[in-house]
């Protein structure tokens, strides 16, 4: 039961921690995304390598442009924000130099972020609350038990929207299907009926 618990566990934390190393053209923009959902800390930590005549700025959006962080000739540094909804953020960078493309070379951008139960400091929550270490333990535990609950509720609420969809469409289909059915036995009634009277003008049937 304990192996299958810490298997469980592993996905989720993997999943909360992004650290990622890239090469960043010079006068180019390159972006990072990710989904995270409501109410929850982001932080994050970046070092980019120093070119010169070149700078780097660092931009956090969401989906709406909304920005988050800016950081204009950007070298290194920190960032945090919690996220008000669930959402589609941006993480770009953007390296602008005078001397031209392929004249510079390509900086190295190192980035760490973190989301969640690994976004929180809990050193500094044990000196606030003066907690001791296996209290602190237990309360890194309870946030993460509180994460996968509420992920596995979110995972829930979307399979009920998906089935939602998936039967509307179904009746839409249905609904469309007896039209056509009906409107190709109409059309078929018709022609019949038309060439019948076609026919008996030209007098070939009684």
């Given amino acids: 039961m304990a192996r299958f618990a810490a298997l469980l566990l592993l996905p989720v934390l993997i999943e909360s921690v992004v650290s990622i ?3 960043l053209p010079v006068n180019s923009r390159k972006c990072l995304r990710e989904e995270i959902h409501k109410d929850v800390l982001v932080t994050g930590e970046y070092e980019i390598s120093e070119q010169a ?12 442009s909304h920005t988050l962080y800016s950081k204009e000739d950007a070298t290194k540094g ?14 770009c960078f953007e390296s602008k130099s005078p001397m031209g493309t392929g004249r510079v070379p390509d900086q190295l951008v190192n980035l760490d972020m973190k989301h969640g139960v690994e976004a929180k400091n809990y050193e500094e929550i044990a000196k606030v609350e003066k907690l001791k270490p ?28 998906m089935r939602d969809t998936n039967e509307s469409t ?3 289909v249905l609904y469309f299907s007896i039209f056509s059915m009906c409107c190709l036995i109409g059309l078929a009634t ?7 009277r076609f026919f008996k003008a030209k007098k070939l049937i009684e």
């Fill in 53 to 64: 005549n070149t700078k780097t700025n660092l931009k956090i959006t969401d989906s709406s």
């Fill in 190 to 196: 018709w022609q019949v009926f038309y060439l019948r």
């Fill in 21 to 23: 190393s890239f090469f």
């Fill in 170 to 172: 179904n009746t839409r």
């Fill in 134 to 161: 296996l209290e602190v333990e237990l309360r890194r535990l309870e946030d993460l038990s509180e994460s996968i609950v509420n992920d596995f509720a979110y995972m829930k609420k979307r399979e009920e929207e």
């Fill in 78 to 91: 920190k960032f945090a924000f919690t996220t008000e909804d669930y959402d589609m953020f941006e993480v």
